[in-house]
């Protein structure tokens, strides 16, 4: 139980262009969604958090302009990073919160590779 | 965001050793994770500690709650090559929403 799928799990896109990076909850119900970013070598940097049916937050310094999310459902998350620039290109994660049961609290999908040329 | 140091930075083990590593945070968590994380995948979960003091094992792995709820740590013992990766310990606050913070992550190489 509590798996996160994560599509694509890596994408190529030209600079200037946008992409969306989806995240689902297979078997549990996912009040919360987080998004994460990591560079090579470095630790998971926490973007955004979001709630089912509300505006996401967005940690300090970070453009909610830029990277738009959208948790539309309670198995459903999407990153959307705009106008992609090479400066971008990362590993992005998200992490789905059951809220109902530590079991279901603590599950990360496989990540997307986002390389922007 | 929330700043987790997370010490050492990388380690490089015999086979058969036992390793630990720690986590410290200048804020109080509710809740103390640590991850395994494998090159070009996401972070799979080893343990989770939810109150102050706990002592937690996972097969060969132990971890702890700190009682200032400030600081955690992972004890692995008898390390086989299996092992490798890069280990995060992240922290949760429940009452700013849920949120994960991560530490700095340690390296472990283990040498056959």
């Known amino acids: 139980g509590a798996v996160v799928s994560q599509h694509p799990s890596w994408v190529i896109c030209k600079s200037g262009t946008s992409v969306k990076i989806e995240c689902r909850s297979l078997d549990f119900q996912a009040t919360t969604m987080f998004w994460y970013r990591q560079f090579p070598k470095q630790s998971l940097m926490l973007m955004a958090t979001?709630?089912?049916?509300?505006?996401?937050?967005?940690e300090q310094g970070v453009e909610k302009d830029k990277f738009l999310i959208n948790h539309a459902s309670l198995t459903l998350s999407t990153l959307t990073v705009t106008s992609a620039h090479p400066e971008d290109s990362s590993f992005y994660i998200c992490?789905?919160?059951?809220?109902?049961?530590?079991?279901?609290?603590?599950?990360f999908g496989s990540g997307t590779r986002l390389t922007v040329v | 965001g929330q700043q987790l140091n997370q010490s050492p930075q990388s380690m490089f083990i015999q086979e058969g050793e036992d390793v630990s590593m720690n986590c410290t945070s200048s804020s109080i968590f509710n809740t103390w994770l640590w991850y395994k994380q494998d090159p070009g995948e996401g972070p799979v979960l080893l343990i989770a500690l939810y109150k102050a003091g706990e002592l937690t094992s996972n097969g060969r792995l132990t971890a702890q709650f700190g009682i200032t709820r400030k600081d955690s740590f992972l004890n692995i013992s008898a390390s086989i090559p299996s092992d490798v990766g890069i280990y995060f310990c992240a922290g949760q606050l429940y009452h700013t929403g849920n949120q994960f913070y991560f530490g700095t992550g340690t390296s472990l190489t283990v040498i056959p």
């Open positions: 992490s789905a919160w059951g809220g109902r049961g530590r079991v279901y609290g603590y599950t």
């Open positions: 979001s709630n089912e049916g509300s505006k996401a937050t967005y």
